[in-house]
């Protein structure tokens, strides 16, 4: 069939898996990406590995991800290098390698995948986070990850979520003891900008950096913080807050076991340790 009769049938995939117009159907939309396959249509591979991945079709495997993506890659997709880098990185239809992990989101990045450089930088992040390597040679990395998570800022097709998630990876960053470039200052200017995107970790920092110097500005970051609650810390904090009030918010024990126990909810560790002890 003719190379625009394979683009057609990708697309009609395209139609099923995301539903334009139609209800979402995934196992019609793996029929048409499996006949642009066959056509060399590498779009469809790859669509047919986020299929595998996400588990949408009967049958779906991590193996199968894998190698959908691999042929892709083959073939000269390199979108295929992102997904691969994930792939290596989580350890999906693969033995985990953040080596290979590592390769293949450099890869990525040399193709003009802007989302491949907030993988890699998150990546790095976490690895380095834990690492008991020298600061000499944590420095470098550091580096790395702070020119990564600028570049993906300022690039022009970035999500919401991520870009607040980068400030906030970069706030952390300058907070680090043995970073050369440690600086409080650029911390707080990355946790702010994040705030202000409304990204609930980053206004409990806030929270701590103002809460000695300017409590009033420090305990409306918290109030904000507390309507999203992430992952309890917020909870936790306004408990804390609550059990030993300041200038403005009343103590009031009651409520402040009724934060932890919500923050406990969200499996927040430290909320079970204080609420065993009141």
């Known amino acids: 069939s003719t190379r625009s009769d394979i683009q057609a049938q990708n697309a009609l995939g395209e139609i099923w898996r995301q539903g334009y117009g139609v209800e979402i159907n995934y196992q019609r939309a793996k029929d048409y990406y499996f006949e642009a396959a066959k056509g060399n249509e590498t779009n469809a591979l790859i669509n047919l590995g986020l299929l595998n991945y996400r588990k949408q079709i009967q049958g779906a495997t991590n193996e199968l991800a894998y190698q ?3 042929t892709a890659v083959e073939k000269g997709n390199h979108l295929g290098h992102y997904w691969l880098g994930i792939f290596y990185e989580k350890g999906v239809g693969v033995n985990q390698d953040y080596k290979k992990a590592e390769n293949e989101y450099r890869k990525a990045i040399e193709a003009g995948n802007e989302g491949a450089k907030y993988k890699y930088a998150q990546m790095l992040f976490e690895n380095v986070k ?10 470098p990395i550091y580096d790395e990850i702070k020119n990564l998570l600028i570049e993906y800022i300022n690039s022009p097709n970035t999500s919401d979520v991520n870009t607040m998630y980068s400030m906030y990876m970069l706030g952390e960053l300058f907070t680090f003891k043995d970073y050369q470039m440690k600086s409080a200052k650029i911390s707080r200017y990355y946790f702010e900008s ?3 995107k409304q990204f609930t970790k980053a ?3 806030m929270y701590f950096i103002l809460k000695e110097k300017e409590p009033e500005v420090a305990t409306n970051y918290l109030k904000e913080a507390i309507k999203r609650p992430t992952d309890g810390e917020s909870l936790y904090e306004m408990g804390n807050l609550l059990y030993e009030g300041n200038a403005f918010v009343q103590k009031d024990i009651h409520q402040a076991k009724e934060f932890y126990g919500k923050a406990w ?3 927040y560790q430290p909320a079970k340790e204080k609420l065993t002890m009141l």
């Open 265 to 267: 909810a969200l499996g």
């Open 68 to 70: 959908y993506m691999m």
């Open 130 to 139: 834990t690492s008991k390597q020298s600061a000499k040679k944590k420095n």
């Open 194 to 196: 994040a705030a202000e």
């Open 203 to 205: 206004m409990v920092r």
